[in-house]
């Protein structure tokens, strides 16, 4: 299996001004290449560009110091781009063509299987790179043994903080998916509560008032600088670190809060919504973009693969409207949060309705029988538990203190 592991590094001043130059120079690399490809007619295969790289190095000194894998895989970079492209133009999507990069958009530089190799110099860890030198390297957890690693990207963020991400594979046989599901579980996603879930657990959305707070005065800060002054450029990287600061936050727990249901579960099944165009649409967006669905939904189904997990995204329409108990449709505007179906009668939270029926429409996709598991035929609580997120960011899960108490007591 693949994985990628990042590390924060430190190099000194030396290798921090060498490592902005082999940047820059695969920036301008990246630039050449892109006005070749428009200047042909027709556009030529990745690996006759990267046959060129040694002619371009009779004329181009700086290439030569640079590793030529990191060379090539500014070719393939401009290429996967392309590629990026092509895909949403085939998706209806208005795009136009590539453009040049500046320095501010260009931070990265990757070595693909070879040019790298983690060290010990002076019993502390070190990230040799090939043509740059010994980077010292914060090792705060430790690649598996039985770990090969594949490439390492080298990336400087906006807040001046350098990063390595090594991808790699790990020679562990993946867990066979049961065939028969026994812990089944639907998470309906929203805003009021981040996840609704059909064990009656009401995830809310994290509270970031007090980051963003700080993040929009850090701007207004920015704002009244000199664009360009010394002044200004400290002032944004305290913008980019605020910004890093929510981004850190809100990953935290959504990798707890898959983690939990990836291993909790032997099938989970959610919606599966064209995140991006949700956040294209006029209202509410700025909450949409922050609820980052479409990064709990990666990061959920490369988990449940690790873990053994059914992942399964179904169809989103009319999750809501539908009755989970008899299938009656009910139309409710978005401020009604209650579910009540004129049919049957069943009552519950409107989320915790939709997160029923994505789970019964999970279980079709992957052929298992769902009509003894509506909620009211199991007698499984429709009210809702709400659970904090502070909650899921200290535990790692939003009943891990309950089921370890459970299992105590028994």
């Known amino acids: 299996m693949h994985y990628n592991y990042k590390y924060r590094l430190d190099p000194p001043e030396a290798l921090t001004e060498t490592l902005l130059h082999h940047i820059d120079t695969c920036r301008q690399l990246y630039n ?8 042909a007619d027709v556009i030529p295969a990745r690996y006759e560009v990267q046959g060129r790289l040694p002619d371009f190095k009779t004329w181009w000194d700086d290439l030569n110091n640079i590793h030529s894998k990191v060379l090539q895989m500014v070719v393939k970079r401009v290429y996967d781009n392309l590629s990026t492209l092509k895909a949403q133009k085939e998706n209806g999507r208005a795009v136009g063509m590539l453009k040049w990069k500046p320095p501010r958009e260009y931070r990265s530089l990757t070595y ?17 790179l090939s ?3 010994e980077i010292p390297i914060h090792l705060h957890r430790d690649i598996p043994e039985n770990a090969t690693i594949k490439q390492v990207t080298v990336k400087r963020e906006p807040t001046g903080e350098w990063y390595a991400t090594f991808g790699i594979d790990v020679d562990e ?22 996840a609704h879930d ?12 007090d980051e963003r707070e700080r993040l929009e005065r850090a701007q207004r800060d920015l704002s009244r600088k000199e664009h360009g002054s010394s002044n200004w450029e400290k002032q944004r990287q305290v913008v980019a670190k605020r910004h890093a600061d929510l981004k850190r936050k809100r990953r935290d727990f959504l990798h707890k809060l898959s983690n939990y249901y990836a291993r909790e579960y032997d099938l989970v099944a959610v919606e599966g919504l064209d995140v991006k165009r949700l956040v294209e649409l006029p209202g509410n967006s700025r909450n949409r973009a922050g609820a980052a669905w ?14 053994g997990t059914h992942f399964v995204a179904v169809d989103p329409k009319d999750t809501t409207k539908e009755c989970a108990a008899c299938g009656v449709k009910v139309d409710k505007p978005l401020w009604v949060r209650e579910h009540s179906c004129p049919s049957c009668g069943f009552e519950a939270d409107r989320d915790a309705n939709a997160a029923w029926n994505i789970l019964s429409r999970g279980l079709e996709d992957v052929g298992v029988g769902h009509s003894e598991l509506t909620p009211v035929k199991t007698a499984l609580p429709t009210d809702t538990d ?25």
């Open 131 to 133: 043509k740059i030198g």
């Open 198 to 209: 059909t064990d009656g657990y009401a995830i809310e959305s994290p509270d970031f008032s």
């Open 173 to 194: 046989a993946t867990p066979e998916k049961p065939e028969t599901p026994e812990k089944v579980g639907g998470i309906d996603v929203g805003i009021l509560k981040y």
């Open 386 to 410: 709400s659970v904090s997120a502070k909650r899921v960011v200290e535990a790692g899960s939003p009943a891990l203190k309950e089921r370890t108490a459970k299992a105590v007591s028994e």
């Open 112 to 128: 693909n299987q070879s040019g790298f190799e983690l060290k010990n110099t002076s019993g502390r860890p070190v990230l040799w």
């Open 32 to 39: 050449h290449v892109l006005y070749l490809l428009n200047e």
């Open 294 to 307: 479409g990064t709990f939904f990666r990061m959920l189904e490369y988990k449940c693969e690790r873990e």
